[in-house]
T-cell receptor, first 113, second 113 residues
Framework: QQQVKQSPQSLIVQKGGISIINCAYE??????FPWYQQFPGKGPALLIA?????SEKKEGRFTISFNKSAKQFSLHIMDSQPGDSATYFC????????????FGSGTQLTVLP | DAGITQSPRHKVTETGTPVTLRCHQT?????MYWYRQDPGHGLRLIHY???????DKGEVSDGYSVSRSKTEDFLLTLESATSSQTSVYFC????????????FGPGTRLLVL
């Protein structure tokens, strides 16, 4: 089954705190895991991505942690800011004949000032 | 939005009428995708294209058809619109060798009455 489960559905964090969003997948053939950020009325924007041969990737305040054995990956937003308030989607890509991204259901993040 | 435009941006139509949405890119990328976004479902792939006149079905292709006669244009047609096709439709393009790194357009909000 090509499913990606994302949690929590919504998250409220104080300014300066750490936001953590989790995703789990079932298909071990997935080989690319991006995170997207979406503001209201806009298209999703690629934020950061990781491949399964790496356990962690950091870009600025955003870090992906990847646990291949548990089939889980998470997004950590350090020093969360009100401008980070958006909906975040995890996704997983299958590069075989299917060649498509499967998305999680999204997490609405609110960072309080 | 990574050189992607979608038209129209908003459309209201009636049940049973055909609707065509257009995606235009200026990046000369090989892969193009159509997704729909609905609350609680994240983004779901409708159809994708891996070259001119080369298309394939995604997860939710029933009731939709696509065409790609030029590299820069990818059309999505709702053959006979239904209320269940009320959604926000996003086009994406990919620069990745396998189509994994996807960039999204601004979206088309479609309401079927």
């Amino acid at each position: 089954q090509q499913q990606v489960k994302q949690s929590p559905q919504s998250l409220i964090v104080q300014k300066g705190g750490i936001s953590i969003i989790n995703c789990a997948y079932e298909n071990t053939a997935f080989d690319y895991f991006p995170w997207y950020q979406q503001f209201p009325g806009k298209g999703p924007a690629l934020l950061i991505a990781i491949r399964p041969d790496v356990s962690e990737k950091k870009e600025g305040r955003f870090t992906i942690s990847f646990n291949k054995s548990a089939k889980q990956f998470s997004l950590h937003i350090m020093d969360s800011q009100p401008g980070d308030s958006a909906t975040y989607f995890c996704a997983a890509f299958l590069s075989g004949s299917a060649r498509q991204l499967t998305f999680g259901s999204g997490t609405q993040l609110t960072v309080l000032p | 939005d990574a050189g992607i435009t979608q038209s129209p941006r908003h459309k209201v139509t009636e049940t049973g009428t055909p609707v065509t949405l257009r995606c235009h890119q200026t990046e000369n990328h090989r892969y193009m995708y159509w997704y729909r976004q609905d609350p609680g479902h994240g983004l779901r792939l409708i159809h994708y294209s891996y070259g001119v006149k080369d298309t394939d079905k995604g997860e939710v292709s029933d009731g939709y058809s696509v065409s790609r006669s030029k590299t820069e244009d990818f059309l999505l047609t709702l053959e006979s619109a239904t209320s269940s096709q009320t959604s926000v439709y996003f086009c994406a393009i990919s620069e990745g060798r396998l189509g994994e790194t996807q960039y999204f357009g601004p979206g088309t909000r479609l309401l079927v009455l």
